[in-house]
Structure formats: structure tokens, C-alpha cells
């Protein structure tokens, strides 16, 4: 049998929770997540992720998106594309 360390961390009960259930949908636990994650960290030698302070702009439209306000919808992903280079 492998070794194991555990980890222990202090997160907010709804993040756990949420998380949980998203990580269940793909198939995969908690523990699996988080080895994935440490993993990617090793293997990248740092955040597999971009950590950026978004700007008033974007966290307004961040915003929006949350409660649903100011979003378009498109027939199609050529229509989409349309208005984005227009």
C-alpha cells in the first residue's frame, strides 16, 4: 500500500458542499481533486491557474452575469461570432 500524508484545511462548509457535488458529477472525489490539484502544482512548479485581481469592469459583469442581468444569447455560435468582431 502507497504512503499517505493527511491534509487538513479550513474552508468554508458551502464550498465544501458545492464543490463535493460538482467533483461527484465528474467522477471523482474530494481527495482525487485535491491530489490532481498538487499534482498539476508539482508538475507545473506553480498555481495551474492564473490568479488575477479583476477589474471594475469585469467584476461589474461578473456581477451581472450572477444575478442575471445584461446577458445575450445568440441563435448560433456564427452569430456569436459576428457581433464579437463587429
Given amino acids: 500500500m502507497a504512503k499517505t500524508a493527511m491534509v487538513i484545511a479550513r474552508i468554508e462548509p458551502e464550498l ?20 490532481l490539484f498538487l499534482s498539476q502544482v508539482r508538475l ?6 492564473d ?3 479583476p477589474n471594475k ?3 461589474k ?3 451581472d ?3 442575471g ?3 445575450s444569447a445568440y441563435s448560433s455560435v456564427d452569430d456569436f461570432v459576428k457581433k464579437m468582431r463587429a
Fill in 69 to 71: 442581468r445584461n446577458l
Fill in 61 to 63: 459583469a461578473m456581477k
Fill in 65 to 67: 452575469a450572477d444575478e
Fill in 16 to 35: 465544501k458542499k458545492d464543490s463535493a457535488k460538482v467533483l461527484k458529477r465528474l467522477g471523482i472525489s474530494v481527495t482525487e481533486a485535491i491530489n
Fill in 44 to 49: 507545473q512548479k506553480g498555481l495551474p491557474f
Fill in 57 to 59: 469592469t469585469t467584476l
Fill in 51 to 53: 490568479v488575477k485581481i
